[in-house]
């Protein structure tokens, strides 16, 4: 009985979500900290929001929480204290069972692009289609649609080590924009990358921005930050520094 | 939902071929086990057939002493049919007996010449005596040692049946037990060894499924390889179990058939073939999928 009730009001929380959502930032960090345990907090009392379209910079050193906010927004870990809202709806509250479906709402870059080595380009980037299980024509139609748009055309049936790293993460990109999600996440996309490499990748994410994708991108590279010169929050042991649309790193 | 059974059966297959030796190993055992439950169950039903045959062969024979007249006879027989446990009884005469002794020892002139010596018919009239249950006999014995015309009784032969009757179950019945054991046993190592092989293929999808996580993946497109693993594992080990089995069949037969079997084990084998498989098939599916499924459930954090 206890299961049904909580559908229910989760269900709720969604359909509220639903109704008024013009109203809700499509992120919202309210007062959030996360402990890991024995360890000083990750983050503590974060406090911002990320609108639909934004293309928010992520700076910080290593350890600075970069990664744990991330996580937190791909709902890999739970606020300690506070919240983190998608869309209006609490992520703390997702069941384990529907985490699947918040994940296909975003598409991740990771510094070490996370490819499977035993597939193609083609097939890594159709694979995370066959996870949502998508019709198998449309897996042919889009995916060398989208290996076209990141520039990898003529290299979808190479494997991951024939490719250079730029191109590996040209890859994880299609892969994470083949399922159209409403967000991109991307952790340190440039971290293994030579300059000439990462300033493609930042354009394609400029790019994605442009078409109407939100991008939030993590980096402690100010060269990139400045490079895409949008919103940078300046995390610092935990806690924002600085927030500052339009902003430049050294300025912060 | 069926291109998620597709997707996944192929990715199982691709696992299982890819796991060589694991699989063999987790098949080999499993195989194993499955046949020594499908001789188990061979050897039970054979025994039944068996002690079946034996019980219906037993019966109690009831010599009467030569002074006691065929009247008194029928009349001792109706007084034995009207106990409740005797299933049927006949009476076989002085002469019958005769005849019918004639007839077993027809090839043996000595046994036939020394009768013709002894001149008359020294053979006795009797009253063969069928319970409805074997368990019975014994108070049936008991019934005409106790009866009002005991004094009429020559003797009775049942003594030496109940001997062959009572080893025959014994053995039957630790053949069970020791049977049981041993397919318990195998059961527990083949279930342990395809644990084993799921934990080491998740092993091997780790980095796999953490980026099936990522996209979006959901639990059941995950586990769903893992537990076709398991099915395969099932499939493949009952069939190699019934290879195996009609192969040891087929070894053991002329030693079995017409003499303990009063036919062919070939032929009942195949007439219960399909059963035993069927049953093999569940149990091995069902171990393949409880092994993949505790795997899992330990290694795959989802």
């Not at chain 2, 059941?220 to 089995?245: D, K």
Request: glycine share 6%.
């Amino acid at each position: 009985m206890k299961k049904v009730e909580e559908i229910e009001n989760e269900n709720e929380v969604v359909e509220e979500a639903a109704g008024e959502e013009e109203k809700f930032p499509m992120f919202k960090f309210d007062h959030v900290t996360k402990a890991f345990k024995g360890d000083a907090a990750a983050l503590s009392d974060i406090d911002f929001e990320i609108q639909e379209g934004e293309f928010v910079t992520l700076i910080g050193h290593s350890g600075a929480g970069k990664s744990t906010l991330l996580k937190l927004i791909y709902a890999e870990e739970t606020a300690t204290e506070g919240e983190v809202y998608f869309n209006g709806a609490p992520l703390s509250k997702i069941k384990k069972r529907k985490l699947p479906f918040h994940r296909r709402k975003i598409g991740m870059v990771f510094q070490d692009f996370k490819l499977l080595p035993k597939k193609t380009a083609y097939e890594n980037v159709a694979y995370a289609l066959e996870a949502c299980g998508a019709r198998a024509d449309e897996i042919r139609e889009d995916v060398p649609q989208i290996l076209d748009i990141v520039g990898l055309g003529d290299k979808m049936g190479k494997f991951p080590h024939q490719l250079s790293g730029g191109e590996q993460q040209k890859v994880v990109l299609a892969r994470a924009l083949i399922h159209k999600p409403q967000v991109i996440v991307a952790d340190e996309p440039t971290g293994n990358l030579d300059p000439g490499n990462s300033a493609e990748i930042i354009d394609l994410l400029l790019k994605i921005n442009k078409l109407g994708t939100t991008v939030i991108l993590a980096s402690h590279d100010r060269d990139i930050v400045d490079r895409a010169s949008k919103r940078v929050i300046v995390l610092e042991k935990g806690k924002i520094i600085c927030d500052d649309a339009k902003s430049k790193y050294r300025v912060c | 939902m069926f291109l998620v059974i597709g997707r996944t059966m192929k990715e199982s297959f691709i696992n299982f071929w890819r796991n060589g030796w694991l699989s063999i190993a987790s098949v080999s055992v499993l195989t194993l086990a499955l046949y020594v439950a499908g001789a188990l169950m061979v050897l039970m039903m054979v025994s039944g057939t068996v002690l079946a045959n034996v019980e219906n062969r037993i019966n109690v024979s009831v010599y009467f002493k030569p002074d006691v007249s065929e009247e008194q006879i029928i009349k001792i027989k109706s007084d034995l049919e009207s106990y409740g446990e005797v299933k049927s009884t006949q009476y076989i005469s002085k002469e019958q007996a005769l005849a019918d002794f004639k007839k077993n020892n027809a090839n043996e002139p000595v046994i036939l010449q020394s009768l013709d010596e002894i001149g008359g018919n020294p053979l006795l009239a009797s009253l063969v005596v069928r319970a409805n249950d074997p368990n019975q006999y014994q108070n049936i014995t008991e019934y005409i040692a106790n009866a009002s015309f005991k004094d009429d009784v020559s003797r009775v032969n049942y003594v030496k049946n109940k001997e062959i009757i009572d080893r025959l179950n014994s053995i039957i019945g630790q053949a069970r037990k020791v049977g049981l054991a041993l397919a318990l046993i195998s059961a527990a190592v083949a279930v342990l060894i395809i644990f084993n092989t799921i934990r080491i293929t998740i092993y091997i999808h780790k980095p796999e499924i953490e980026v099936m996580r990522l996209v979006g993946a959901s639990n059941m497109f995950i586990r769903l390889p893992f537990l076709f693993e398991g099915i395969i594992y099932g499939v493949l080990s009952s069939l190699f179990a019934t290879i195996l089995l009609l192969i040891t069949m087929k070894f053991i037969n002329p030693y079995i058939s017409n003499t303990v079997l009063s036919r062919s084990l070939m032929a009942f084998y195949f007439s219960q073939m399909f059963f035993i498989l069927g049953i093999q098939l569940l149990v091995g599916i069902f171990l393949g999928i409880f092994s993949s499924w505790i795997a899992m459930r330990k290694y795959l954090k989802i």
